[in-house]
Nanobody, 128 residues
């Protein structure tokens, strides 16, 4: 089992940058595929991006591709989401999630149902 805690959210102006972090407990962090999702008020939770257990592969939603980057440090049990060129429509609560489906193609990991563990979320607000 793994526990996830996100941090780094806040208020930023459009065009700005923000870096979110997700700290994981447990000794088997490197075996998990890690994803980021977000949920805006009144909307369903949506996929943002995913990184493989090794960190060698990533996949992103089209809406953030080229602006967001996911990385992980398995030695420190952390995964990060670097967000740049932020837009007001990026405003949401951002969640990190962990999946044990390490052998599944990451391009098939865009559904929140693929993830067993979730953090509590961190608010990101982008002002225009």
């Amino acid at each position: 089992q793994v526990q996830l805690v996100e941090s780094g959210g806040g208020l930023v102006q459009a065009g700005g940058s923000l870096r979110l972090s997700c700290a994981a407990s447990g000794r088997t962090f490197s075996s998990y595929v890690m994803g980021w999702f977000r949920q805006a008020p009144g909307k369903e939770r949506e996929f943002v991006g995913v990184i493989s257990w090794s960190g060698g592969s990533t996949d992103y939603a089209d809406s953030v591709k080229g602006r967001f980057t996911i990385s992980r440090d398995n030695a420190k049990n952390t995964v990060s989401l670097q967000m740049s060129s932020l837009k007001p429509e990026d405003t949401a609560v951002y969640y990190c999630a962990a999946s044990t489906n390490r052998w599944r193609s990451i391009t098939a990991m865009g559904s929140h149902g693929e993830y067993e563990y979730w953090g509590q979320g961190t608010q990101v607000t982008v002002s225009s």
